[in-house]
């Protein structure tokens, strides 16, 4: 069996907003990469634990480090049968590397979408750039994206761990058979109450055991294709330029909509329509 890890950091246990973890200097960087790999090397232990208790056979695991640049993982803290994806930019980001070969797809350390109450950190791939992000009319996150993008190759996504905002969004997208793993509860966007790490561990490695054994009932969370995704950006002068591009529609002074054959170009014009928009606002501020 083969196995796809994506890794965020706002879920991650103890988080609770960007200046305290992102920059090198902020008081809980050290701990923010302990704790994410520590999340990491136990969800890959139960998931290691699920295919001896199915009698399957274990072959290897993919990691994408999908938080910011991808540099947040000690390479070396993985197991030998793991390949790490890092650095930024590449074509499908928080899934690189994901195919039809893996059997299983884990997001771990997410985050809600943007605007939903009492979320912790939320937004939707950019909290400077997005305002909403609709999949084939429906309102989406990072993790409905990454679960479409999976489900084009046939994988399923079996676990999710972040904060409660996000476990409601995961029920109600995704049913009950999606195994979540609650590391918080936030009380506003920037302030939480947290699980205690090792908890959290105990509780990752016991769902990811609990996704490989329930792997034939995990749903796939498919969208029709052609797929059109529509998203309502921060500032006008982010739709402006990206009304220049072939394939981008203008549908409003903040709004365009873009149509893609399947899941992967749609997940490719969407990664340029961020980098786009992150010009645009830094063209204002200059």
Same mark, same amino acid.
């Given at each position: ?29 050290? &701990? ?37 640049? +991808? ?27 994901? +195919? ?10 997410? %985050? #809600? ?40 190759? +046939? ?12 476990? #409601?969004?995961?029920?109600? #997208?995704? @049913?009950?058979?999606?195994? &979540? ?8 966007? &920037?302030?939480?109450?947290?699980? %205690? ?9 016991? @769902? ?46 903040? #709004? ?31």
């Amino acid at each position: 069996m083969r196995f796809f890890i994506s890794l965020d950091m706002e879920g991650v246990s103890g988080l609770v907003n960007w200046p305290g973890f992102d920059p090198p200097s902020s008081p809980d960087h050290a &701990f923010a990469r302990r704790q994410a790999l520590a999340e990491v090397s136990a969800v890959i232990e139960g998931l290691r634990d699920g295919v001896r208790e199915a009698g399957g056979t274990l072959e290897d695991f993919t990691v994408a480090d999908a938080h910011a640049r +991808g540099l947040n993982l000690d390479p070396a803290g993985l197991p030998r049968d793991a390949t790490l994806i890092r650095g930024f930019p590449r074509p499908h980001y928080m899934v690189e590397g994901l +195919g039809p070969e893996h059997d299983l797809a884990c997001f771990i350390g997410y %985050h #809600s979408r943007v605007g939903l109450p009492d979320a912790l950190m939320d937004h939707s791939y950019s909290g400077a750039c997005i305002h909403e992000v609709r999949l084939n009319g429906a309102p989406v996150g990072e993790t409905e994206l990454n679960a479409a993008y999976a489900a084009h190759y +046939g994988v399923p996504l079996g676990l999710v761990s972040g904060d409660a905002a996000l476990e #409601s969004q995961v029920a109600e #997208s995704f @049913g009950p058979k999606v195994v &979540f793993v609650r590391t918080k509860a936030g009380i506003g966007r &920037f302030a939480a109450a947290c699980e %205690h790490p090792e908890n959290v561990l105990e509780r990752l490695r016991e @769902g990811a055991r609990r996704a490989v054994l329930s792997l034939d009932e995990l749903p796939l969370y498919r969208v029709a294709e052609p797929c059109t995704l529509e998203v309502e950006l921060a500032e006008t002068q982010m739709a402006d330029l990206l009304a220049l591009f072939p394939g981008f529609e203008r549908t409003g002074g903040r #709004s365009v909509k873009v149509t893609a054959p399947g899941m992967p170009a749609l997940y490719r014009a969407y990664l340029g329509l961020l980098l786009v928009a992150g010009a645009a606002k830094r063209l204002k501020d200059e």
